[in-house]
């Protein structure tokens, strides 16, 4: 399955911006979803530069709980959760 190495994430008035490094030579995509607020999954990347998937979401004031799950193309998976505040 993929594996996320690191996540690094900053916030810039309500834009969250994520780098997650990736190892896996099948990747297909990393998605998010607001673990009490959305049932359905977003795309952050479908592709990786040099193992990285650097995206930028916008969202709204409050407190934020995210499950980011990374895929490869034979559907196995993995997730990490992050939260932050946008104030």
Request: hydrophobic letters at 35%; glycine letters at 8%.
């Given at each position: 399955p993929p594996r996320s190495k690191s996540i690094k994430k900053s916030i810039?008035?309500?834009?969250?911006?994520?780098n997650i490094r990736i190892t896996e030579k099948n990747f297909d995509k990393v998605m998010y979803r607001e673990e009490s607020k959305s049932p359905h999954w977003f795309i952050l990347c479908s592709r990786l530069d040099?193992?990285?998937c650097e995206a930028k979401k916008s969202f709204r004031k409050g407190q934020?709980?995210?499950e980011?799950?990374?895929?490869?193309?034979?559907?196995?998976?993995?997730?990490?959760?992050?939260s932050f505040v946008v104030n």
């Open positions: 810039n008035r309500r834009t969250l911006d994520l040099k193992g990285m934020h709980n995210l980011i799950i990374a895929l490869d193309k034979s559907g196995n998976s993995a997730s990490r959760n992050i």
